[in-house]
Structures are given as C-alpha cells and as structure tokens.
C-alpha cells in the first residue's frame, strides 16, 4: 500500500467515485470548521482541534465505502461499553465506543443528502473536550 504525504497524493490515487465524496466532505468540513488542520494520519487526510486529531477519512476498509472517522486522538481512554458522548439524533453515526464512530458513506448522493446532519455531526462533535 502506498503511504501518502499530502492530502493531495491521496486525492490523486482515489477512483472518481471516492474522490467526489471525500471532495464534498472536505468542503462541509472546511465549511464548519475552517480553522482545522488537515494532514494526513491512517494513510488518509484527518483534521486536528488543539493539537489532537478529531476527524479521519477511512478509504481503506473492507467495505470498500467512504467513511470520516470521529474520535478524540490516542490521548484519551475508549470505553467500548460506555453512551458515546456526542447525541447522534441523524442516527448516521455507528458508535463503537464513547470517543469514536463511522460515518459511512455508500456514494456521493448519500453524501449530498445528509450535507446538513454532517454538518451539525461535525460541529457539535468539535466543541466536546
């Protein structure tokens, strides 16, 4: 597997359909949140608040989907069997445990149709500390 320095090698190596869906989820990303810093970490592009990593792409896995990964970075503890932290009302998240689910994403219309429960996903995500 290719390991990847830029957000844009990533970008360049990923098929149309991948591409257009981490393209518009970097734009409500940025959107919400401009003053995040994007580089990469798992191989993919991720956004840090405060020195700690919050939000992850994963490209990468056996379902072969889209997925933004939201956690608190490698400083803080899981809990697996514990209530996530963050009230995930869209019900887009799958919890697995306090600090970190999946957004997947079967293609780009699914991504343009949850713009706004994204949105409000990744705001209130950013202000838990």
Known sequence: MKKYKTVDEFL????DAKSSQVIKLRDYIKNVAPTLDE?????????VLGGEDRITF???NKQNLVKLVLHMGATRKEDKKAKPVL???????????????YITFNDLQMVIDSEHD????ITKWLTIN
């Open 12 to 15: 360049n190596d990923l098929d």
């Open 39 to 47: 580089h990469i970490k798992w191989n993919a592009p991720s956004y």
């Open 58 to 60: 994963n490209v990468a």
């Open 87 to 101: 009230r995930d009302d869209s019900g887009l998240v799958e919890w697995v445990s306090d600090i970190r689910g």
């Open 118 to 121: 994204v949105k409000n996903l």
